[in-house]
């Protein structure tokens, strides 16, 4: 376990935190600092950085349980609906690098996010993208 990372230090009871849910491979507590009431934080308790390097079993694992724990949270607090957000590297505003998935309780007009600026492609490029992606998929 990275010394410095604070969510091995909770999965290893170092750090407490109000547990919302754990099994023997994932944890699931509440954001100290919620973006809105509800807002809790679910992750495998082996670390890795990133989505990417999480095995697929886990990531399956995580998957299995996000929506029960979404459901139970949405309930709790009365929202209308959830973001679950994932960030990945510093670039994203990920600022703990123990992989981790937000899930972030949602009410009309809450102010919380607003739509992200969407922007567009330039003639031709989009195909091109999808194409280079599809190859570097294909021999992953
Ligand atoms: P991210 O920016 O995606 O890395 O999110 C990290 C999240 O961890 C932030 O929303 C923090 O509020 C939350 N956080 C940091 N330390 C703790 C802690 N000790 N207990 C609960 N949540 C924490
Ligand atoms: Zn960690």
């Given at each position: 376990m990275p010394e410095d990372c604070i969510f091995c230090r909770i999965v290893a009871g170092e750090i407490s935190c109000s547990k919302v849910y754990q099994n023997d491979q994932i944890l699931a507590f509440l954001d100290?600092?919620?973006?809105?009431?509800?807002h809790c934080l679910v992750m495998p308790k082996q670390h890795f950085n990133?989505?990417?390097?999480?095995?697929a079993e886990l990531a399956a694992e995580l998957a299995r349980h996000m929506g029960k724990i979404a459901r139970a949270v949405v309930s709790a607090v009365e929202a209308e609906g959830y973001n679950i957000l994932n960030n990945n590297g510093r670039c994203s505003g990920?600022?703990?690098?123990?992989l981790h998935f937000h899930i972030i309780p949602r009410r009309t007009?809450?102010?919380?996010?607003?739509?992200?600026?969407a922007g567009e492609y330039p003639a031709g490029f989009m195909e091109k993208l999808a194409l280079k992606i599809k190859n570097l998929i294909k021999s992953s």
């Open positions: 100290i600092n919620p973006v809105s009431q509800g990133r989505f990417d390097q999480c095995p990920q600022l703990v690098e123990h007009g809450d102010g919380v996010f607003d739509r992200w600026p």
